[in-house]
């Protein structure tokens, strides 16, 4: 079964910072992008990071300079290093993949979720 496991999420005051890691486990052939989103309350679903394959990046310009997205390709891990932590970036954050798993044709798979809280 394939799975995307968040990690990283919590509390953490204006200023501050955390990293979210997301594995991919499962008998993964290969990755091709991974992004995170997030979605806060009574609001929709938005990119924050993407990279692909090759490791280039994109983000959402309210976190351009603060947000770093990388990934270690040997663990099929992304991760998103925040720092300089806004109240407005209170949201459960969520990881994509788009994958393929064996000889099923390449889609998309996202993770649980996970709850990142920036307040005093």
């Known amino acids: 079964q394939v799975r995307l496991v968040e990690s990283g999420g919590g509390l953490v005051q204006p200023g501050g910072s955390l990293r979210l890691s997301c594995a991919a486990s499962?008998?993964?052939?290969?990755?091709?992008?991974m992004r995170w989103y997030r979605q806060a309350p009574g609001k929709q679903r938005e990119l924050v990071a993407a990279?692909?394959?090759?490791?280039?990046?994109n983000y959402a310009d309210s976190v351009k300079g603060r947000f770093t997205i990388s990934r270690d390709n040997a663990k099929n891990t992304v991760y998103l290093q925040m720092n300089s932590l806004k109240p407005e970036d209170t949201a459960v954050y969520y990881c994509?993949?788009?994958?393929?798993?064996?000889?099923?044709?390449?889609?998309?798979?996202w993770g649980q979720g996970i709850q990142v809280t920036v307040s005093p």
């Open positions: 994509y993949a788009f994958m393929q798993v064996m000889s099923v044709v390449p889609r998309d798979y």
């Open positions: 499962g008998s993964i052939f290969s990755i091709n992008v």
């Open positions: 990279i692909t394959s090759g490791e280039s990046t």
